[in-house]
């Protein structure tokens, strides 16, 4: 695939996934509380656990459903473009693309100076440690130092999950039936 093509395919499963993804969570979200919340249940449960149970199911069916908007975006544009994408490796790569952008923010607020060595190797541990979190890192603190939007990482880290799952695993293929 010339570069020109393969970027507009990224650029475009990119912004549709993202779009479908935020479209899809939104309005499961808005049928999740009218229906479910207000409708339902109301002001009949109560208790705690009943309580936090239902909102467990509420945000992982939320989720879900935003993910899966994700992943078929991502599928629809990659056919747009004659692109056979594997759906189970596209699932699972924006599955684990919005936990990701969470696991990279959670790096930023990490108060190294608080935690105190005790002995030479831990000194060094930290240190090492301290390093990589910010090497790691460094691209979202340069796009949030440029004041791009948090909530826009978010929203783009799934489809880009979703791209890296499938691409990796067509890498792998390719790798896998090369051998003799």
Known sequence: MPRKRAIALT????????????ASGWLCRLIVELVLWKGLIGDRVQHGFWVGLLLLISFGVTYGIALAG??????????RFGVSIDRKRTYQGAFLGAPAIVALMSLLNIHWEALVASNLLFYILLNIAQLLA????????????IKCPPELLYI????????LGYRLSMER???????P
């Open 156 to 163: 783009i880290a799934a489809p880009i999950g979703a791209i």
């Open 134 to 145: 910010l090497i790691i890192s460094l691209p979202l603190r340069i796009l949030l130092a």
């Open 70 to 79: 994700v992943a078929e975006g991502v599928i629809f544009a990659g056919r």
């Open 11 to 22: 650029a475009s499963q990119i912004v549709l996934g993202g779009f479908i993804g935020l």
């Open 173 to 179: 293929r390719r790798t896998v039936s090369v051998e």
